[in-house]
DNA sequence: TATTGTTATACTCTATAACTATA
DNA sequence: TATAGTTATAGAGTATAACAATA
């Protein structure tokens, strides 16, 4: 099996991917609906809620945004709405540090509850302790390789629509 | 616990989140790339090559899409670049049905050894064969419980951002 | 020179509603 | 009346490149 996908593996491939693409769609109607959030703007605020203290913006970005005009995009959003703050970096001039205000966490907390409903019905209703134990493993492990992995800097041929 | 999840399933949840994202970002770049097709459009393509048959539109918006002039914006793009074309339903006269030709098959083929080879070493390169069979297994089902689920016409309060 | 962040801009994609035509 | 598909249009989001300021 040196090139290619054995059959069993395409299933899964596909099967994740759709699975993936269902919840995400599920979870930002939610989010949307009930904070007026997109998934973006959720992973940020969670992310800024996680690390109490202050991130810059490129440690914000990283995992999240793709580029870096993308987050100054989304950061004035969320500043606009009154959930962050952006304020100069003491050590590096250079940085902008990023901080959650009190509304910010206040609408986390408000829009949490019914993230949590969604994932639970659609994700996890299906599943056992065992599957959650196995599930929660593997994607713990394929997360880290994918993090370690070099950002592939491929770009061969390019044709058509 | 019968509200909010378990700390192993919030960790579970997001790491299945950000591994479908970076998955999904990766395999992006190499469609772009190489074949100049968004995920979308990859999918649309692969449904259609899988039903050798003809599909409607609305069949072939069954999941990968969630509103009809996504579809339509779509199917333009594709029957533009010659990879499907649409033609009248002789069933029923409202209905369209979508063939691909054989360029979109061919660009299938062409895109297809890169798309399984992201897969491979992103997904598949960190996990052993049980860890492939309980994935496989657990998706599968997560995907069609997914699936029953009523398209959950919430939108309970609406506020901020 | 390299890095942090912003801005301007163009582009892709999606969703809503109005519309046509057929069942 | 309900359904299939299209169109017009507006809005959200992203990426690229050029830019300013600091390391």
């Known amino acids: 099996m040196d090139e290619g ?3 069993d593996q ?4 596909f099967a994740l991917m759709e699975a ?17 959030l997109s ?4 992973q940020l605020l969670a992310r800024l809620a996680d690390a109490k203290g202050r991130l810059s913006m490129t440690e914000l970005a990283d995992g999240v945004v793709y580029s870096r005009s993308g987050l100054t995009y989304q950061a004035g959003l969320l500043e606009k709405a009154g959930l962050i703050t952006r304020g100069p970096c ?3 001039e250079r940085a902008t540090l990023v901080t959650i205000t009190d509304d910010g966490l206040a609408l986390l907390q408000r829009v949490l509850p019914g993230h949590v409903r969604v994932t639970r019905e659609l994700l996890f209703a299906p599943l056992g302790p065992d599957d959650l134990r196995h ?10 390789h994918m993090r370690t992995q070099p950002p592939r800097s491929a770009a061969p041929r390019k044709r058509r629509a």
Chains 1, 2 share one sequence.
Not at 20 to 36: C, F, I, K, M
């Open 90 to 92: 003491p050590d590096d």
């Open 5 to 7: 996908l054995a059959p």
């Open 20 to 36: 993936a693409g269902l919840l995400q769609h599920h979870v930002e109607q939610q989010l949307r609906a009930e904070g007026g």
């Open 135 to 144: 599930l929660g493993d593997i994607m713990a492990r394929v997360r880290d």
């Open 10 to 13: 395409l299933q899964t491939y």
């Open 39 to 42: 998934y973006v703007q959720f």
